[in-house]
């Protein structure tokens, strides 16, 4: 049998896929209910532990997106299309910095972050493109 996208998230994203865990989205904060508000630690070892499980999420999250970039190699292949796409690469971070406004992150930090997301996907889309 034919594995489908499901069977390669790990755990945590199965379970929000199947809904056994939510995510409340705002434009001022974000909360997972398996995550205690920063303002509930009472000391910097639980803060740590909430952040540890925090970069646990992001580096998840970065290994999906990869993947994500591994199939874009093969539609470009198929498509004719380039490695970098200039108008692309600046709407994504022109989303990027408006969605960091909303969210309350530093615009700069997260045009930094994904500019350098971006230019490794660049690089990693050229080699295998030639």
Not at 23 to 38: A, E, G, I, V
Not at 41 to 65: G, Q, V, Y
Not at 96 to 114: P, Q, Y
Request: proline share 3%.
């Amino acid at each position: 049998m034919r594995k489908s996208f499901v069977d390669y998230l790990p755990d945590l994203f199965k379970k929000l896929l199947t809904k056994k865990v939510h995510l409340n989205f705002s434009t001022k904060d974000f909360q997972m209910t398996n995550l205690r508000p920063p303002q509930k630690c009472n000391s910097m070892a639980e803060l740590r532990k909430e952040i540890d499980a925090i970069d646990i999420l992001l580096l998840d999250l970065l290994a999906i997106r990869s993947r994500y970039i591994d199939s874009a190699i093969d539609l470009k292949r198929i498509e004719g299309l380039p490695a970098r796409t200039v108008d692309r690469v600046a709407k994504v971070l022109n989303r990027v910095k408006e969605r960091a406004t909303e969210v309350g992150l530093d615009e700069k930090l997260a045009e930094t972050l994904w500019s350098e997301l971006i230019e490794w996907s660049i690089e990693r889309e050229s080699k295998h493109l030639g």
